[in-house]
């Protein structure tokens, strides 16, 4: 066991210190890794802080219940307090027709034309907080809306859920293209791994075919080159990680005032420690199995009888 460890942390010494003797060529190969992980990276981030920025809003949406002129406070208390036994609502709360009338005073600019009024003609209204569950779904959210909208109390129930939908949808389809960039990027990792690896054997074969000769096995061939695409996939992922890193850092403070001015408390957040440990994790798994795929379909060319590649 110990010897195997041993040979295996020399195979990673001189897998290091190959990529060091061609900075030029790893630093490239490097770099374009790091781009191609850190677009989809960058972009599933962006994703989840457009997801945190639309939960400021879900979280503030309310579906208001105008009750009917006839229902006076203590039913329009009774009310509330039922429908906040529902489990999908988060809670409610009660606008009296004095509080509604003073506040349409204070923004409509009417407030001289509105003393003439001899009563007050503004109903009860109930402003329901859907839970966070219903609110991110427009299907349980419309059920929800229909259901209070029943109510005999309650004259006209009201909310914009178009919004709500359209959103549902746009984030959907930014998610399944993410996907498709990913794959699509992946593929240029696997792509730009190989073609170093290839390089890389074709320098190396008149030393990989006196191996073979005398007896060398495939795994000992094989196990530096794996461990170079493992490297480069890995310095890659940590690149990416850092570019985007640098970029929301630098994009921070002007989104955050930019957020301010709508009196939204939102700040950028880069990667979390899950999805970054997955990003750096992923550039070290793609260059693996694309350094055992290259190097599988090279090594027959370099039985004994087989001419050069």
């Known amino acids: ?49 457009i997801n945190k920025f639309t939960a400021e809003f879900e979280h503030g949406a309310n579906i208001s219940l105008f009750l009917a002129p006839e229902i006076n406070i203590k039913q329009a208390q009774q009310l509330k307090l039922s429908l906040e036994e529902y ?17 349409f005073k204070s923004r409509s600019g009417l407030a001289d034309a509105l003393e003439s009024l001899t009563s007050n003609p503004l109903p009860f209204v109930l402003l329901v907080y859907p839970g966070d569950e219903i609110a991110r779904s427009p299907t349980k959210l419309a059920s929800l809306i229909d259901e209070l909208g029943k109510l005999k109390q309650v004259e006209l129930s009201q909310f914009d859920l178009e919004w709500i939908k359209r959103l549902t949808a746009l984030l959907e389809l930014l998610t399944r293209a993410i996907w498709v960039i990913a794959f699509i990027l992946g593929l240029g990792v696997f792509l730009v791994i190989g073609n170093t690896i290839r390089l890389a054997i074709t320098n190396r074969q008149e030393e990989i075919r006196i191996i073979k000769l005398i007896g060398g096995t495939d795994a000992f061939v094989r196990r530096p080159f794996l461990y170079s ?5 890995l310095f890659g992922g940590l690149f990416a990680l850092l570019v985007i890193f640098l970029l929301f850092s630098f994009i921070s403070t002007p989104t955050k005032a ?19 440990i997955l990003l750096v994790s992923s550039g070290a798994v793609i260059g693996w199995l694309t350094a055992r795929v290259t190097v599988g379909v090279y ?3 370099f039985e004994p009888g087989k001419g050069q590649i």
């Open 1 to 49: 066991m110990l010897a195997w460890f041993i040979r295996h942390l020399q195979t990673m010494v001189g897998a290091l210190g190959d990529l060091s003797r061609n900075p030029f060529s790893s630093t490239l190969s490097i770099s374009v890794i790091a781009i191609a992980l850190a677009l989809p990276g960058g972009m599933f981030a962006a994703l989840e802080n």
């Open 229 to 233: 695409g493992m490297f480069q996939g």
């Open 299 to 301: 090594l027959r060319q």
């Open 87 to 103: 489990a999908a609502i988060k809670h409610i709360d009660l606008i009296t027709p004095d509080q509604a009338m003073a506040e």
């Open 258 to 276: 930019l957020s301010s001015m709508y009196g939204i408390a939102f700040s950028l957040e880069p990667l979390h420690l899950l999805p970054s």
